[in-house]
C-alpha cells in the first residue's frame, strides 16, 4: 500500500482540528415535551386514561405529548404498550390518550394545537387498518399535583433591590422570575421608574453565570475541548436584535472552572469585554465573582450565600472604584412551597 503524503496527512490533521472546534447547537429537541416543569424519576406506576376517562379536574399538570406510530394492523395493545415505555421514559404519572375528537379541549397555545392535530388527525386507530400503511397514537402526558412534593427546591421569584446611599438600605425594584432552569423570563418592575429593568438587563443578566454557562436554547451554540470534552467556548445570536455575545471557559490545573472571558457585541457600538474569576466553596458551589473590565480593573464583586438545606438564598454585589467596595444592588431568592402547585400550575 502506497503511504500518504506529508502534505496529505497535514491536510487531514487541519480539517481534524477544524471540525473539532465547530461549534454546535445543543441538542434539546424533545418535541414530547410541552412544559418545561420538572419529572425527576419515580416508581409510581403509569396510569392509562382512555377516550371517556378522565383524572380530575386541575389536580395535574400537562407536560408532554407523546406519539406513537406503527404499521397498520398493529394490536392497539401494543400501541398502548409502547406509549407506555415513552410515558415512563419521561418520568410522567399518567397518560390521557388523545384523538382528533377530542384534542383540542386541551391546548389554548396555538403552535401545539397544530403539533397535536398533526399526530392525530385523520389516522387514529382506523376501523380498517388496511386503508392506511400506517396507525398514530397520540397521548398526553401529565404529573399529578400530589406527586410534586419536589417544588420546593425550584426558586419562584428573585427580589432585586437598590441599594440607596441616602437612606443606607437596599429598595425593591424588581422581580425576576426564573424558569426550572433558572434562566429569567419575565422582569417586573416594583419601583417607580423603570430601574428594575435597566438595573436587571445592565448588571445582572449580562454577567449571570446561569444565562452564560446554562442556558441552552437555540440561541445559543458550543464548542467542547477536543482533549478534555469540557466547554471550551459558547456563542449566543439575540434573535430580535442580533446583539452577540461570546464566552469561553478557563480551567485551573486541576481541570476547575475558575474564570469566564465574554465579549458582547451590539450592532454600532464598540464591543465590551469582561473578565468574570470564580471562586467556588469547600462543596462546589460558586461563592465569588469579580467581574473586570477590559484593562483588568475589578468593577463588581458578587458574593453567593447558601442556607443549610444548600439552597442559595441571597446575593450581594458591591461596585469597586478605586479599590474601594460600595454596597450595590442585592438579591433574594424565593422558593416555592408544596402548596404553590395548586396556585401556579
Known sequence: MKAKSPLLWAMVITLLILFTGCHQSYNINN??????????????????????????????????IFEVVAPAGTPYTSLVHQM???????????????????????????????YVSELVTGQYIPEDYSLVEETKLAGLGIKYKANVDYLTKYRLVDQLHLFDSEKQEYTHIANLYPDFNNIIFEVENTADSNEGVFHYAQYIKKHSLAFLMDDKSSAWKHSLNATTGKLKKRKYTDPTTQNRISVSFNYNDAGKLNALKTRHRQLGRIPEEYLLELEMDSLGRFSEKIVKNAEGAPIFIEWFYYNEEGYLVNSLIYSIEDGKESPFLKIDYLYYQEEDVYTYF
Open 31 to 64: 418535541h414530547s415535551r410541552i412544559s418545561d416543569f420538572p419529572t425527576p424519576p419515580h416508581n409510581y406506576n403509569i396510569e392509562m386514561f382512555f377516550p371517556g376517562e378522565l383524572p380530575e379536574d386541575n389536580q395535574y399538570i400537562r407536560t408532554h
Open 84 to 114: 407506555r415505555e415513552k410515558a415512563s421514559a419521561s418520568n410522567v404519572d399518567a397518560v390521557i390518550i388523545i384523538n382528533k375528537g377530542n384534542y383540542s379541549q386541551w391546548f389554548s397555545d396555538k403552535t401545539t394545537l397544530d
